[in-house]
Structures are given as C-alpha cells and as structure tokens.
Nanobody, 119 residues
Framework: QVQLQETGPGLVKPSQTVSLTCTVS??????????WGWIRQSPGKGLEWMGA???????FYSPSFTTRASISRDTSKNQFTLQLTSVTPEDTAVYYC???????????WGQGTQVTISS
C-alpha cells in the first residue's frame, strides 16, 4: 500500500521560497497513469488544489499558482517537490501530497505538513 510523507520547513518568512518534499513508499512515482499532487488547506478554508506531476514528468498547475509554484521530481529517491515563491501570510496552510489515478481523484494522502508564513 502506498505511503506518502511530506517534509517542509515549518516556519518561513514572507517573500521567501517554501520547498516541500513528498517521499513516496511502495509505489514508483513513474508508474503508468498515476499523478502526484499538492493540495493545501488554509485556516478556515477548504482544500485547494495547487498542481501535480504525472508519471511521465508532465506538470499541471492551478491558475492560481502558475506564476509562483513549481513541481519537480527525483525519481532516484521516489520523491516529488513543491516550490512556492514569494510567500505571504496567506500561504499559511497545511500542505498535503496525494496520489491520483487517471484523474479519478486522490486516493492516498500524506498526513500533511504545517507551513506558517510569519516574520
């Protein structure tokens, strides 16, 4: 059964870049037809999809994040990474990584990592 684990810096100052990594266990991130996404939940708000990277390495972004988010992967480590630039306090959220199969919905999730943007 796939396991996903997010790691991140916890506390970041405004205007800096946040880098989050998702380590995937037991399933290769290059396995056909899976994609791997980043979703966040800000305080008092619902889940917000940010973007994803497919099994082939193609990336997709929400229009809200095309200018600030970048998703990449390291297949040798079976990890994928989110970088979010120019963060503000509005980027404070719990960030989740998750797996999707053929755009059928995210069926496996990490436990989430809290990122707080504050000076």
């Amino acid at each position: 059964q796939v396991q996903l684990q997010e790691t991140g810096p916890g506390l970041v100052k405004p205007s800096q870049t946040v880098s989050l990594t998702c380590t995937v266990s037991d399933v290769s991130i290059t396995l056909n037809y899976y994609s791997w996404g980043w979703i966040r939940q800000s305080p008092g708000k619902g889940l917000e999809w940010m973007g994803a990277i497919s099994y082939s390495g193609s990336t997709f972004y929400s229009p809200s994040f095309t200018t600030r988010a970048s998703i990449s992967r390291d297949t040798s480590k079976n990890q994928f990474t989110l970088q979010l630039t120019s963060v503000t306090p509005e980027d404070t959220a719990v960030y989740y990584c998750a797996r999707d199969f053929q755009a059928g919905g995210y069926d496996s999730w990490g436990q989430g990592t809290q990122v707080t943007i504050s000076s």
